[in-house]
């Protein structure tokens, strides 16, 4: 799930990335564009209700391509994306618009 907030005091909106709650996870990465997809570069913190979770500020009017990677070794888009876009490993990834 995705949530924003437009910063009026800076031009970055802040995104808090959230795992979809059906997907169980051990561990979870933030891996997009804007972290060059390095896979261990955005760790995402387990919450107490066992949700995982991140926020980032990105840049305004902007769109950025990102997936979530799961235990090591799966990779998940979010349903609530603004959208998705094909990539070259057949499959989607998901995009969020700021």
Known sequence: MLKKQVLKSKPV???TFTLPEAVKAESAYLVGDFNNWDEKAT???KLKNGHFSVTLELDKNREYQFRYLVNGTE???DW???KYVPNP?????????T
């Open 75 to 77: 990779w998940h888009n």
């Open 13 to 15: 909106c802040k995104v």
């Open 80 to 82: 609530h994306a603004d």
């Open 89 to 97: 490993f057949s499959g989607d990834n998901s995009v969020v618009t």
């Open 43 to 45: 760790p995402m913190k």
